[in-house]
């Protein structure tokens, strides 16, 4: 059984930094194409960014571009987001995904709350 445990969540002032966390276990993470994606209340969940199974490849939302980074470390099964410059509305729970295909992912984490204040 796959799961995703995220990490790294909490409240941060705007200009400031924190950086997530997703474990997966139940099968290695290499496995998988990984993603973030993120929910404010009252909002649609929207894609963040993604990384190919190796980590070659990254894609993010334009709303993140530079600011952003998503990597990931198969050695420890793990993938992360870092998130410099974060502003007020960056404030929203935080999902990790993964998927096996170019389908919808699959599975999903529970979530890591992220507050930004102004």
């Known amino acids: 059984q796959v799961q995703l445990v995220e990490s790294g969540g909490g409240l941060v002032q705007a200009g400031g930094s924190l950086r997530l966390s997703c474990v997966v276990s139940g099968r290695p993470s290499n496995n998988f194409q990984m993603a973030w994606f993120r929910q404010a209340p009252g909002r649609e969940r929207d894609f963040v960014a993604s990384i190919s199974t190796l980590g070659s490849g990254t894609d993010y939302a334009d709303s993140v571009k530079g600011r952003f980074t998503i990597s990931r470390d198969n050695a420890k099964n793990t993938v992360y987001l870092q998130m410099n410059m974060l502003r007020p509305e960056d404030t929203a729970m935080y999902y990790c995904?993964?998927?096996?295909?170019?389908?919808?992912?699959?599975?999903w984490g529970q979530g890591t709350q992220v507050t930004v204040s102004s």
């Open positions: 995904a993964a998927r096996t295909s170019p389908a919808p992912y699959e599975y």
